[in-house]
């Protein structure tokens, strides 16, 4: 069986990121067969957000975790479409995006 991370590259969003794991779930239980752990990489210091170098950090943090896949996740784009169930072939998931008023800055 696989097993999914979830990385999330985070930082002073926790209300965005309490209804993004809620509804995460959710969307989830749809494929009760995806072994999954969500990875949040929070970045505490007030530098520019590097989204980049905490991609990389959730990887390596997966790996130690035995995943085998993974999908980059933005805190505030909710799943509401498609499969996050193991694919031989890298995809791109998010191709259509819909404005919600819960997600301003």
Wanted: with cysteine; proline share 5%; glycine share 4%.
């Amino acid at each position: 069986m696989h097993k999914l991370g979830i990385i999330i590259p985070y930082r002073d969003r926790a209300k965005q990121l309490r209804i993004f794991i809620r509804e995460l779930k959710q969307f989830l239980n749809v494929y009760p067969k995806v072994d999954y752990t969500v990875i949040v990489v929070n970045q505490e210091d007030k530098k520019k957000f590097n989204r980049a170098k905490l991609l990389n950090i959730g990887f390596i943090e997966a790996e130690k975790r035995g995943c085998d896949y993974v999908i980059f996740h933005d805190v505030d784009l909710i799943p509401v479409q498609g499969s996050y169930e193991y694919s031989d072939i890298p995809l791109q998931l998010a191709n259509k995006f819909e404005p919600t008023g819960n997600f301003k800055r």
